[in-house]
Structure formats: C-alpha cells, structure tokens
C-alpha cells in the first residue's frame, strides 16, 4: 500500500461538494494512569479540494513508519474534524466546532478509510472502502 492505512474524506451534503480545509487530527488511545482514557495525537491534516486526506501516517509497513514511530498497529483510534472554518469561509456558520469518531482497528494490514457527510447541524459517518 503506498498511501496512509487510514483516509478520509468530507463532503458538505448541504451543497453537494467536497469539504476543502477542513482540519483533521487523528490521535491513538492509551489507558492512562488510574484508569483515565487518553487519546494521544498522532498525525493531522488538511482535506483537499476533493475533500480527502490521504497522507496522515506514511505506508503500512514503511521505512519512514518504523523510523518516525507512527507504525499502524491494532487498537483504539479517534479521527477528529474541525468543520468550523470551513464554513465559516463559505459565509455559514456550524454547529459542530468538532466532530470526533472513535474506532477500532483489528487489523492493521487492512485500509481504514473514514468518511464524514456534514451540514451545518447534522453529521454522518461510515467505515468506507
């Protein structure tokens, strides 16, 4: 796979169009002291102006995975947008300054790729393809 192990992609159905700038930061859980749940970042990005993020961890298995420390292995992760000023740039405002997806990977030899379909006051995700 010469692509990140985990995607995504933003469309605003309130126009039918792809999300472009939309912030997304993808973070890694870890069980932290006393029990607490923390999620660590990891990667972030930008959607293009097809909507897409495609580069927030190098290739599965890659010498730049194993030397930057970001090698996909199975566990709890969480993708976070920030829809906000992407509609602020087209004149509307959201209701959702962030909207965060926690899933988990089994495996992390398959693709993960997260879509969302947002409007300014409703959202909806999926496990793509």
Request: aromatic letters at 12%; glycine letters at 8%.
């Amino acid at each position: 796979m010469s692509k990140s192990p985990i995607t995504c992609h933003v469309l605003d159905v309130s126009i039918g169009r792809p999300a472009e700038g939309v912030e997304v930061n993808l973070q890694v859980y870890h069980k932290g002291p006393g029990g607490i749940d923390v999620f660590n970042p990891l990667a972030q990005g930008v959607t293009d102006a097809d909507g897409r993020c495609s580069t927030l961890l190098p290739p599965h298995n890659s010498t730049e995975a194993k030397n930057t420390g970001t090698e996909f292995r199975a566990g709890t992760y969480k993708i976070v947008f920030k829809p906000t000023d992407y509609f602020e740039k087209i004149g509307r405002k959201c209701f959702y300054p962030w909207v965060e997806i926690a899933f988990d990977v089994e495996n992390p030899d398959e693709h993960y790729h997260i879509p969302l379909l947002i409007s300014p006051y409703s959202y909806v995700t999926y496990r793509g393809s």
